[in-house]
């Protein structure tokens, strides 16, 4: 497919300098496939127009910078600072709430572990005791006897748990 500007050496020839300015005044946008547009058009001379409008049109709207004093600078330096301790500070409370948190869950795996510890340690001395060896030790080496009916008292206490006696047992 052939653009607009691609024209033969022939058609250059005949039409001489009128083409050529012409061509240069004019700019030709194609399209190929299935979204053509229509041509359309374009001067240079209002191209180069617009920009000059549009700088003109800043000219008028800029807005004059305001000058920093050393008031200004002073008051902007101490924000900054404040700015930066406060930073740092809340920086610093974060990393220690990290290491509280580290080191709290260290202390629960290390609670935990002696719980485990203290748990199998209980059940291996529950598990080697002989009861029936300590009862037969009580009652045919060391004398021991079941005790009677009349023997056993019975006390009701306030709740506590547990008794302290300040005197002897009535029989």
């Known amino acids: 497919m052939r653009h607009a500007n691609s024209t033969t050496s022939t058609n250059r020839q005949s039409t001489g300098s009128r083409n050529k300015s012409r061509n240069a005044n004019q700019q030709y946008n194609y399209i190929e496939g299935s979204a053509v547009r229509k041509l359309q058009t374009t001067s240079k001379r209002k191209e180069y127009e617009r920009p000059s409008l549009h700088t003109q049109f800043r000219r ?16 902007a330096a101490a924000a900054f600072v404040i700015v930066c301790g406060v930073l740092m500070g809340y920086v610093n409370l974060q990393s220690d709430i990290t290491n509280h948190i580290t080191n709290i869950s260290k202390l629960e795996s290390q609670l935990n572990e002696m719980k485990l510890a203290n748990d199998e340690t209980y059940t291996k001395i529950m ?8 009862k037969r ?23 506590n748990d547990y008794v302290r006696q300040y005197g002897q047992i009535p029989e």
Do not use: C
């Open 60 to 75: 008028r709207t800029k807005v004059k910078a305001v000058p920093m004093n050393k008031g200004y600078i002073a008051v």
């Open 137 to 159: 030790i009580a009652v045919n080496e060391l004398g021991m006897k079941y005790a009677k009916e009349g023997q056993v008292v019975e006390y009701t206490g306030e709740g």
């Open 127 to 134: 598990s080697s005791i002989d009861l029936e060896e300590i």
